[in-house]
């Protein structure tokens, strides 16, 4: 066999190691160089066909595949997100493996390669900062979903994640010894698989979480004053400080729902209807006698636009109403009809780096 043919074998393995989140320093360093060789491209492509037949070859998969789906996911939430700043209109529901392959070559570089030097430097960061022992070094692992977009993942226990608009999930490859941490900025959904050894904790801004096998929902946006906690199963708990420290602030029951007021540290526990909270991951977008603010919040997200309620009487009025595939320009000549609205959209303006602002769209009280 040619020595390139044995390079490219190895770094084979190499590719398979790092998904798994098992590569030392010095591995992903060879994985890089070899990147960088346009000569390699072939190789590149073959090895994501590769990655692509593997993702689909059945229902069982190992932690490896876990990761596989992930590479897969991050790759078309970027490629989605740049065909949309220059096709505003196109809605892109899902790429055929031949045109992921032909795409692959040229946005390679630009997707993998940041992807393998952010952790490589994350991994360097977390030893030199002594923040973990050699027996737990771990590699951090960042999923985005864009604006408009969603998105779900594994992780390395096995867990389901799903990923809300606007939303960013940090975690470790592999999970430390003593216990499996996530960060979340955003919104998620959590199937948390059951490890009664090893406590499953979400930091979400001010909210710790601790749970060992349970649904639930969070929510913690950085634009807003508070986060929320929706147990569906299981059992969660919150607490401050360290998590060493055991200082419990509540213990959430199934059908609960914590609000947690940061402007005036307060926090609230009552009972709701699941569905309104965590039927988002199905595709359903549910309001049950929510405040027009609310409302507008939410609507935002879900399609990445700007709206403005001008007219201040319009905070009095709430809206009940379940969107499945509605289009946005459907739900307003709803809110039309059910609430005395008007409103008027603006166009998307072109910006310096050739992207396009959201699209506004201006709520006013019609007389």
């Given at each position: ?17 790092y998904l798994k989140g098992t590569c030392s320093n ?342």
């Amino acid at each position: 066999m040619p020595t390139n043919h044995i390079h490219s074998f190895n770094i084979s393995l190499l590719v398979k190691k790092y998904l798994k989140g098992t590569c030392s320093n010095e591995e992903v360093l060879e994985i890089i160089e070899f990147f960088k060789d346009p000569n390699n491209d072939n190789f590149m492509q073959e090895a994501f066909e590769s990655q692509w037949d593997s993702l689909h070859a059945g229902p069982h998969h190992d932690a490896g595949e876990s990761s596989n789906k992930l590479m897969l996911d991050q790759i078309l939430d970027k490629l989605h997100h740049q065909i949309s700043l220059h096709e505003e209109e196109v809605k892109v529901k899902s790429f055929t493996k031949a045109n992921l392959i032909s795409l692959f070559s040229r946005v390679a570089a630009v997707l993998i390669l940041p992807l393998l030097v952010y952790s490589l430097f994350l991994t360097s960061r977390i030893t030199k900062s002594g923040l973990m022992d050699s027996s737990t070094q771990g590699v951090w692992q960042t999923v985005k979903t864009t604006p408009g977009m969603q998105t779900d993942l594994f992780l390395p226990d096995g867990s389901h994640v799903w990923l809300n608009s606007g939303s960013e999930l940090k975690y470790q490859v592999p999970f430390t010894t003593d216990f499996r941490k996530v960060e979340l900025v955003g919104e998620a959904f959590f199937d948390v698989t059951k490890d009664q050894v090893h406590p499953f904790l979400v930091q979400a801004g001010r909210l710790n979480i601790e749970v060992k096998g349970t649904r639930f929902n969070v929510i913690n946006y950085k634009d807003e004053k508070s986060g929320e906690v929706i147990l569906e199963s299981g059992s969660v708990r919150i607490f401050s400080g360290k998590y060493a420290d055991q200082n419990t602030l509540a213990t959430v029951k199934p059908g609960e729902r914590v609000h947690y007021d940061y402007l005036h540290n307060k926090m609230t526990v009552s009972q709701v209807d699941l569905s309104k909270y965590t039927s988002w991951k199905e595709g359903l977008l549910i309001f049950k006698n929510d405040p027009m603010d609310v409302v507008v919040q939410k609507l935002s997200r879900w399609f990445n636009v700007e709206i403005e309620l001008q007219s201040p009487e319009l905070k009095k009025y709430v809206y009940t109403a379940t969107y499945r595939d509605e289009t946005l320009a459907q739900i307003l000549e709803l809110l039309k009809i059910s609430a005395p609205i008007k409103y008027s959209i603006s166009d998307r303006k072109k910006m310096d780096d050739s992207s396009f602002s959201r699209r506004k769209i201006i709520l006013t009280k019609r007389n």
